[in-house]
């Protein structure tokens, strides 16, 4: 899970107090500092994660903001959640998936997955059945669009939804 140019730490209650009284003493307010980059920190409504984002464009990349053990246990427990699926058996794809789930760029089907990527949308059956699977790739400004369709009460694992309500848009199909 880690990224180019990334370290994840977690956050101690040592490192809170150092910035806290590190922010004291220049008179910061850490709570008021602007995130830069069109950054954005959510908090996933199932596990109470909070998650650093690019704001309309999540799917971009996604960091999970962990302060405690417990927010440990809880990502280890969804990336377990998604190990027992054969298409996400190994540990970094199921960790992989967590993240995306939790940033709200997949959604379980009853047969798969359908997700958000920085390029489009991808659907893999949990079987890892490629014959079954999908790809549309769309412009970055269909994203707002694409994360609507996500969220909605409907089957995002039928392609026709998909390509219903990115009508008009050029899009790219691979089947």
Same mark, same amino acid.
């Given at each position: 899970?880690?990224?180019?140019?990334?370290?994840?730490?977690?956050?101690?209650?040592?490192?809170?107090?150092?910035?806290?009284?590190?922010?004291?003493?220049?008179?910061?307010? =850490? @709570?008021?500092?602007?995130? %830069? $980059?069109?950054? *954005?920190?959510?908090?996933?409504? &199932?596990?109470?994660?909070?998650y650093?984002? =690019? @704001?309309?464009?999540?799917? %971009? $990349?996604?960091? *999970?903001?962990?302060?405690?053990? &417990?927010?440990?246990?809880?990502?280890?427990?969804?990336?377990?959640?998604?190990?027992?699926?054969?298409?996400?058996?190994?540990?970094?794809?199921?960790?992989?998936?967590?993240?995306?789930?939790?940033?709200?760029?997949?959604?379980?089907?009853?047969?798969?997955f359908?997700?958000?990527?920085?390029?489009?949308?991808?659907?893999?059956?949990?079987?890892?059945?490629?014959?079954?699977?999908?790809?549309?790739?769309?412009?970055?400004?269909c994203?707002?669009?694409?994360?609507?369709?996500?969220?909605?009460?409907?089957?995002?694992?039928d392609?026709?939804?998909w390509?219903?309500?990115?009508?008009g848009?050029?899009?790219?199909?691979?089947?």
């Amino acid at each position: 899970m880690d990224q180019p140019f990334s370290y994840n730490v977690t956050m101690t209650s040592e490192l809170k107090n150092l910035l806290n009284d590190l922010s004291d003493k220049r008179n910061i307010d =850490i @709570k008021e500092i602007p995130l %830069q $980059g069109g950054l *954005v920190v959510k908090r996933d409504p &199932k596990t109470g994660l909070n998650y650093l984002s =690019i @704001k309309g464009n999540e799917a %971009q $990349g996604v960091s *999970v903001i962990i302060t405690s053990d &417990k927010d440990i246990e809880t990502l280890n427990k969804l990336a377990d959640e998604f190990q027992k699926y054969p298409v996400s058996s190994q540990r970094f794809t199921a960790g992989l998936y967590a993240l995306l789930e939790i940033s709200g760029n997949l959604k379980r089907e009853k047969d798969g997955f359908t997700f958000l990527t920085p390029n489009g949308v991808t659907y893999i059956p949990y079987d890892g059945d490629s014959s079954k699977a999908w790809e549309i790739d769309m412009p970055g400004s269909c994203y707002a669009t694409a994360r609507k369709c996500l969220a909605a009460e409907n089957d995002c694992a039928d392609i026709s939804a998909w390509t219903k309500n990115l009508k008009g848009i050029k899009i790219y199909i691979q089947v």
